[in-house]
């Protein structure tokens, strides 16, 4: 994308309740790779007390739960309260109608380095939070005792 910084995005305040009201987070791109940030990101929030669910290509166990090739793969009865994206920019815009489709997406976050403001306005159009170039595990870490 032409533009590398965020023109929809969350606040601080908005980002502390996020952490406060969602339950179960898909997390696309997430690799099997220990080695590799979105694996450690979502083991992470895993360990945080949150559901991870893994989208990822290859359908296989990642953290433990049954990864899906996309989400459009996640059965309808298993609810997703937010979409941590870890992949390049010009892929939120698939992403971003994926969540739309699905209806019950509350929050929108694209992380560290991701930035795609067209996808980030559908997704806010449409009533959901949105993040974008901001890492989940810095974030809530931040939070600390925020959280309680």
């Known amino acids: 994308m032409e533009c590398e910084f965020p023109t929809v995005n969350s606040s601080s305040e908005e980002i502390k309740n996020i952490f406060k009201s969602v339950k179960t987070i898909a997390v696309v791109g997430l690799s099997p790779d220990p080695s590799k ?11 945080a007390g949150y559901k991870i669910i893994p989208i990822y290509p290859k359908d296989e166990l990642i ?6 090739p996309s989400l459009a793969d996640v059965p309808a009865h298993i609810q997703i309260d937010m979409v941590d994206i870890f992949r390049k920019p010009e ?8 969540c739309i489709a699905r209806g019950d997406v509350k929050v929108f976050w694209a992380q560290k380095g991701i930035v795609n403001n067209a996808a980030a306005e559908r997704a806010r159009t449409a009533g959901m939070t949105v993040v974008q170039n901001k890492c989940t595990m810095v974030e809530h870490r931040g939070l600390g005792n925020g959280l309680k």
């Open 37 to 47: 940030d979105s694996n450690h990101v979502a083991a992470y929030l895993q360990q």
């Open 91 to 98: 892929a939120l815009d698939a992403i971003a109608d994926a």
């Open 63 to 68: 953290l433990g739960e049954q990864s899906y």
